[in-house]
């Protein structure tokens, strides 16, 4: 599964990001932020299997969380 996380603060995007990877998520790639209307931190992330070491193909689009 592929989701973007959003925040509005450096912190709060963090805290989620860390959150999310202990649940089994991975960031792909760095964090990027958006100066202009939503202005805010953004990570991609994806499901790992680590039983399996294969992402989740489940995603049909991509959800702001």
Known sequence: EYRIFRSKTLEGLEEDVNAAMAEGWAATGGPMN??????????AMVE?????????????GIRLC
């Open 34 to 43: 958006q100066p202009f209307g939503f202005a805010g931190y953004f990570q």
């Open 48 to 60: 790992i299997d680590y039983s399996t070491d294969t992402v989740h193909p489940r995603s049909s």
